[in-house]
């Protein structure tokens, strides 16, 4: 009961940090019963969230039931190797993943015009 108490008294955690981890070069072939296995040794989940599809293999979302548990969980598990992979774990920001999402919004409706228009963007 003590370890609770200092956890939860008066902490102040950095404004990144929140219950919801992006993970990053996971093996294509790992489970989610081992998601679980790993992840589940910090807190109580939520929530995982395993990438299929080809651009988001490899990638997963972790959601904890408490932000403690996910500090944790991103302070032991950064750098951890699974099947010869070092995991990259980090808090889920949407703002940086709104924009990458913008960014590839722009490129192909800028593919789109150039072909529209004939341009070609190949140096001559």
Request: cysteine-free; overall charge positive; proline content about 2%.
């Amino acid at each position: 009961m003590a370890t609770i108490s200092l956890r939860k008294g008066n902490t102040r955690l950095p404004p990144e940090v929140n219950r919801v981890l992006y993970v990053r070069n996971l093996p294509f072939n790992i489970s989610s019963e081992e998601m679980y296995d790993i992840f589940g040794k910090y807190g109580a989940i939520r929530q995982i969230r395993i990438g299929t599809s080809k651009d988001t293999r490899g990638t997963a979302f972790v959601v904890y039931e408490d932000i403690y548990d996910a500090k944790t969980a991103v302070d032991h598990l950064s750098g951890f190797n699974v099947a010869n992979r070092y995991l990259i774990v980090l808090y889920y920001q949407q703002a940086k993943m709104s924009k990458k999402f913008d960014q590839k919004k722009k490129e192909d409706e800028i593919a789109k015009m150039q072909e529209k228009y004939g341009i070609s963007t190949k140096d001559k």
